[in-house]
């Protein structure tokens, strides 16, 4: 029996069994998670390719089809730009933001953060990916979860948004500080944006917050606009 088994008839039969469970596991799967966006957001069956090439160009970081339905699910809810996107650009944000789930960042959050950082501060979405991997750079260099960096950043957005295009870089420089001070970051850039409504308050405050971060990141001028 055991010879038999062994046979090499046999053991392509097995092979050939094995692939074939498989692969109908496979397209079982991708099944379930392409009928399961279509649930989801009602969305046409034009985003099935992304689905697929955004799990292809992510496969090497064990993305899986479900965690790219995911992405894609989750930045076509929350990021206003994505449906207006070429195919190529589609893919490639919903690549990045389905590699992000291995730092324990959800697809909304990274969506939100592509939607404030355009929207908001007025990035493309390639500056916008940029400032995402710089901020997962800068919670790895402060030793920080980056899923809770993450999430501190998208909760000051609404005060970051005063410091335009460099305000994810000006929070990095602010979450340094929080950390050497003991002070919550989201407290730090709260306690300063409420100086911002006069001049003399807005200039006192510019410069101590400068004084801070190391350098001439912050105009009172420019935050009495925008705060």
């Known amino acids: 029996a055991i010879g038999s088994a062994l046979a090499p008839t046999n053991l392509m039969a097995n092979a ?9 596991s ?16 009602g969305a046409g069956q034009e985003y099935n390719s992304i689905i697929r090439e955004t799990r292809e160009a992510s496969f090497a970081y064990g993305v899986t089809i479900d965690e790219a339905s995911g992405a894609v699910a989750g930045l076509y809810q929350n990021f ?3 449906s207006t996107l070429s195919k190529k650009a589609k893919v490639e944000v919903a690549s990045f933001t389905a ?30 990916q940029v400032a995402i991997s ?7 260099g402060l030793g920080m979860p980056v899923a809770e960096y993450s999430r501190k950043l ?18 990095n420089k602010m979450q340094a500080v929080a950390k050497k001070t003991g002070i919550e970051v989201t407290k730090l850039t ?26 001439p990141f912050v105009n009172n001028m420019t935050l009495m ?3």
């Open 16 to 24: 050939l069994s094995q692939i074939y469970q498989t692969t109908m």
């Open 26 to 41: 496979m397209i079982g799967a991708q099944d379930r998670a392409l009928a399961s966006f279509q649930k989801q957001t």
């Open 80 to 82: 206003t730009d994505f």
């Open 99 to 128: 590699k992000l789930e291995n730092f324990g960042i959800t697809a909304d959050e990274t969506a939100t953060l592509f939607n404030d950082l355009t929207k908001s501060v007025g990035m493309s979405v390639g500056q916008a």
């Open 134 to 140: 710089q901020a997962i750079s800068a919670a790895k």
């Open 154 to 171: 998208r909760e000051s957005m609404p005060t970051l948004a005063a410091y335009g295009k460099e305000s994810v870089s000006v929070f």
């Open 190 to 215: 709260q306690t300063f944006a409420t100086q911002f409504n006069t001049f003399q308050a807005s200039a006192g405050a510019a410069s101590q917050l400068n004084s801070l971060l190391g350098g």
């Open 225 to 227: 606009n925008q705060v």
